[in-house]
C-alpha cells in the first residue's frame, strides 16, 4: 500500500488543480473611480460590477432593474459612501449623474458620473473617501485612477495616472489636484500638436501655412496683409479643429452648458 501512497498524492494534487483551474481564468470583476481634473471641479465616474454590488446590498440586482425598481435606492447607496474633504477639513460637493449600464472587461457594470465641487470653486489636493461595496467584500478593489489633469500633463488614456487602490482596508486616499502647472500642460499640448501635424494631409496643410510666409518675409515680398491673413488662417485652424490638440486639451476649450 505504501508503495502506491505517492501515486495517489499526486493524483489528488492533479484533481485539486484541474478543478481550481477554472475558478482562477475569471478573476473576479473589480470596481473603478476614474477622474477628470479641472480648475473649478472634478469630474469623473463611478464603474460598478452589477454582480459584486447585488452581493453588497443583498439584493438580487439585473441590468434591467438598475434602471428601474433598484435605480433610486441604488443612487442613494453610493451616494452614501463617497465623500471627499479638502486639505483644510471642508467637505466637497459630491454629486451623481443620470447612471446606465456598460458592459466592462466582459461584466455588466453599473456607470454613474461623478462631479466633486469645492466650496471656494478652487481645486486643489483633497481626499476621497470611498466604500462602496468593498464595505461588504473583503476581497473586493476599487481601482482610482486620474483620467485627465492638464497641469500634470495627462491629456489622454495613454497618460492616464493610477492613483491607488481603495479595498476593505483602504478606504481614504489623497488626490494630488493642486500639483502641476499650466506650462507643464501646455508643454503636453505642444507635444502632442507635433504628433497631430504628423497623422494626416489636414496637418500637412496647416504646417505649410505657416512655414510659406518665411521665406517672403525674409525678402519683403508679400507684404504684411498677407501674413497676416495666414496667420487668421492658421489661429482659426488651430482653435476650431475638432482633432486640433489645443481645440481638444486646451483648459479653455468650449463646454456644453449644464
Do not use: C
Not at 498524492?9 to 477628470?36: F, K, N, Y
Not at 469630474?43 to 435605480?71: C, M, W
Not at 468593498?134 to 497618460?159: P, S
Amino acid at each position: 500500500m505504501r508503495r502506491f501512497l505517492p501515486a495517489l498524492l499526486l493524483a489528488a494534487l492533479m484533481l485539486v488543480g484541474g478543478l481550481a483551474s477554472p475558478a482562477g481564468a475569471h478573476p473576479m470583476s473589480t470596481s473603478a473611480v476614474l477622474l477628470d481634473i479641472g480648475d473649478d471641479r472634478v469630474e469623473g465616474e463611478v464603474q460598478l460590477p452589477i454582480d459584486r454590488l447585488a452581493i453588497a446590498v443583498h439584493r438580487d440586482l439585473t441590468r434591467d432593474s438598475v434602471l428601474a425598481a433598484d435605480r433610486a435606492f441604488l443612487k442613494r447607496y453610493v451616494a452614501r459612501h463617497i465623500s471627499a474633504v479638502g486639505e483644510n477639513g471642508t467637505p466637497w460637493a459630491v454629486t451623481l449623474g443620470t447612471a446606465s449600464v456598460r458592459t466592462i472587461d466582459g461584466a455588466a457594470h453599473l456607470v454613474h458620473p461623478l462631479t466633486i465641487r469645492p466650496p471656494d470653486g478652487h481645486v486643489t489636493d483633497f481626499d476621497l473617501r470611498y466604500d462602496v461595496v468593498v464595505e461588504e467584500l473583503l476581497t473586493h478593489r476599487v481601482i482610482v485612477t486620474v483620467r485627465y489633469d492638464f497641469d500634470r500633463g495627462i491629456l489622454k488614456a495613454d497618460d492616464a495616472s493610477t492613483l491607488g487602490v481603495f479595498d476593505w482596508d483602504t478606504r481614504s486616499l489623497k488626490v494630488p489636484a493642486g500639483e502641476g502647472s499650466w506650462t507643464r500642460g501646455f508643454a503636453t499640448t505642444a507635444g502632442l500638436g507635433i504628433e497631430h501635424i504628423g497623422e494626416g494631409a489636414d496637418h500637412l496643410l496647416f504646417l505649410l501655412m505657416l512655414l510659406i510666409p518665411a521665406p517672403l518675409v525674409a525678402t519683403g515680398a508679400g507684404g504684411t496683409p498677407p501674413l497676416r491673413r495666414r496667420g487668421a488662417a492658421s489661429s482659426a485652424w488651430s482653435t476650431s479643429s475638432p482633432r486640433s490638440p489645443w481645440a481638444t486639451h486646451s483648459p479653455w476649450r468650449w463646454r456644453p452648458p449644464e
